[in-house]
């Protein structure tokens, strides 16, 4: 069976400070892969998605970025975080290709910039 | 474009209570449409999908059914548990580049009291 895993599971960081988050998958090839964040109050806000190795998808201009070095391991960066960037930040994938619509999501990193 | 509008919160019912969770869309095309649950400081958790008008899409006793001519898609359970409080998100998916992309409601948040 797939399993999706994000850590860390919490993060408090200074504003101005870098950012790693990270997401694998186990269990499928060639998933595609996203990341959103859940700001309090505001429902769920998709950042970047990939279909492929290197293969990144914006939808938000903002002050993070996104990569993804291996098949089934997506990261989440900043070079400088902004207050703003504080949120719960959830990891999903689905099956590759256009066979299925459905979303599995990780179990989050909730992250505190002070 | 693409859109899901859901009842606002938070909804406070008794334990054994009727729940109707509302859920509309607007959408091109014939979207999947879903209800994912997500369970304080968790990821979110598919808890039901229909991919075509007239499906009904069940599981743990909730049931959502697929209406093309109002565009819904009503998140129900006949007898609510202390353990069903969570917020609840509908979905719709749709063909971006390269993969499915979901738009999410912003959430309803159940609390079930003894």
């Known amino acids: 069976s797939q399993t999706i895993h994000q850590w860390p599971a919490t993060l408090v960081q200074p504003v101005g400070s870098p950012l790693s988050l990270e997401c694998t998958v186990e269990?499928?090839?060639?998933?595609?892969l996203y990341w959103y964040r859940q700001a309090a109050g505001r429902g769920l806000q998709l950042l970047f998605y990939s279909v492929g190795i290197g293969q990144i998808s914006s939808e938000v201009p903002q002050n993070l970025s996104a990569s993804r070095p291996q098949d089934r391991q997506f990261i989440l960066s900043s070079k400088k975080l902004l207050l703003s960037d504080s949120g719960f930040y959830l990891c999903?994938?689905?099956?590759?290709?256009?066979?299925?619509?459905?979303?599995?999501f990780g179990p989050g990193t909730r992250l505190t910039v002070l | 474009g693409n859109s899901v509008t859901q009842m606002e919160g938070p909804v406070t019912l008794s334990e054994e209570a009727f729940l109707t969770i509302n859920c509309t869309y607007t959408?091109?095309?014939?979207?999947?449409l879903f209800w994912y649950v997500q369970y304080p400081g968790e990821g979110l958790q598919l808890l039901l999908k229909a991919t075509k008008a007239d499906d009904k899409g069940s599981n743990k006793g909730f049931e959502a059914t697929y209406r093309k001519e109002t565009t819904s898609f009503h998140l129900e359970k006949g007898s609510v548990q202390v353990s069903d409080s969570a917020v609840y998100f509908c979905?719709?998916?749709?063909?971006?580049?390269?993969?499915?992309?979901?738009?999410f409601g912003k959430g309803t948040k159940l609390s079930v009291i003894p």
């Open positions: 999903a994938w689905s099956e590759g290709g256009q066979d299925t619509d459905t979303q599995y």
């Open positions: 959408a091109t095309g014939y979207p999947s």
């Open positions: 979905a719709l998916s749709w063909s971006g580049a390269g993969s499915y992309q979901l738009t």
């Open positions: 269990g499928t090839s060639n998933p595609n």
